[in-house]
């Protein structure tokens, strides 16, 4: 027993160890981006789709008006997914100082589509850039969040895609938002690794580019059809056409969030994910497996009586995600996100756990006051 036990662990620490390798060597495969020559940058089109999204705006707009790249190469569609707040009249106030914003409406419902991918849909129809960007309304973007991702574009790059982190606000739940800030900059990198080994399986959809030659030869959200995830979907669809995709680390194209406010916001965002999580591939979902029961193990030793063995797995599997994410916040220049790192690993597993009654015994997840079916 004591030697099963012990292979266990040697087993476990192993696994998780060449994880954590393979992780590393991902991140230090990516290329630095390229600097654009000023009289070869293209026209290009930011969609924000928002619904009810009053309180983000202004950080939104403001970051927009502090793009650094000519203003009559790009373009602005603001896309007002049926909000019942003064979402529209605050974007409209905007008119004042954007000559390059427009704010339409989804005026056309597409059969297979539904939510944002529709309102993303129907801005494709009038976007006429040869990259497309897009992000959304509760985001602030950098300044040089177009040049940059614009330099990460080889010949045959398809698809760019960047780290999102969370805005640590609010006082009385400043920790929760700070380990969901550490959640996504864990899963993110994770999926930026990957993706340099040609196996992407992570993207945010408030923070990607693509060429539009490419999303039309992808078939684009229409293709895709109705997804909770779109941006994971779309990204699936470029992968299906073999169009190369990137995932970059690259601190001058993080873009920040706001966190979902409480419990109930926080297990329906991650069952969305989760939805999108069943049509990953079978390395993908490999590798989340690796990491989700690697971190139940340790409880399962405490709890069946192989005291040591847990104990050293959990110490083991701490120290292991502490240094990933120090080894993260470098790479995309957010030190302040080191605090805590010991957490991460608990805050990981007790999400994990929660959310798994609902996976199993939930047919629908809602967002931004709709219901999905999953």
């Known amino acids: 027993m004591a030697n099963s036990a012990f292979i266990l662990v040697l087993s476990v620490c192993t696994v998780y160890a060449l994880v954590a390798v393979f992780i590393i060597l991902g991140l230090r495969r990516q290329t630095p981006p390229v600097e654009i020559d000023r009289s070869a940058l293209p026209f290009v089109s930011i969609l924000i789709a928002a619904r009810n999204e009053e309180a983000n705006l202004p950080g939104l707009f403001a970051s927009l008006r502090n793009l650094n790249y000519p203003v009559s190469l790009f373009e602005i569609i603001f896309i007002d997914d049926d909000s019942t707040d003064r979402t529209r009249s605050l974007a409209r106030e905007q008119l004042a100082y954007f000559e390059n914003l427009r704010i339409i409406s989804p ?60 805005k640590n606000t609010t006082p009385n739940k400043r920790l929760f938002y700070h380990l969901q800030s550490q959640d996504w900059l864990y899963l993110l990198c994770s999926g930026s690794a990957a993706a340099a080994w040609g196996l992407p399986f992570s993207i945010v959809g408030n923070n990607m580019s693509f060429r539009r030659q490419a999303y039309n030869l992808s078939g684009g959200f229409e293709q895709i059809g109705s997804s909770v995830v779109e941006d994971y979907a779309l990204m699936s669809a470029f992968q299906k056409c073999g169009l ?98 010991w957490l991460y690993s608990f805050f990981a597993l007790a999400a994990f756990l929660v959310l798994l009654p609902f996976i199993f015994f939930s047919k629908k997840v809602e967002w931004k006051g709709r219901q999905y079916p999953v």
């Open 244 to 341: 190369p995709i990137k995932l970059c680390t690259d601190s001058a194209i993080v873009v920040t969030s706001s966190p979902v406010a409480g419990l109930h916001e926080f297990l329906s965002q991650r069952k969305r994910w989760a939805a999108g999580a069943k049509t990953m591939s079978l390395s993908a979902r490999l590798l989340l497996l690796i990491g989700f029961s690697s971190k139940l193990l340790p409880a399962i030793a405490i709890a069946t009586g192989a005291y040591f063995e847990g104990l050293f797995l959990l110490l083991f599997i701490t120290i292991s995600d502490s240094f990933l994410l120090f080894y993260f916040c470098s790479k995309t220049a957010r030190p302040a996100l080191r605090r805590h790192a």
């Open 107 to 166: 005026w056309i419902k597409y059969p297979r589509l539904n939510g944002k991918a529709n309102a993303l849909q129907n801005a494709m129809q009038q976007a006429r850039g040869q990259f497309v960007f897009i992000t959304d309304a509760d985001c602030t973007v950098p300044a040089d969040w177009i040049r940059r991702h614009l330099g990460h574009y080889s010949a045959d790059t398809a698809m760019v895609g960047g780290i999102t982190v969370l």
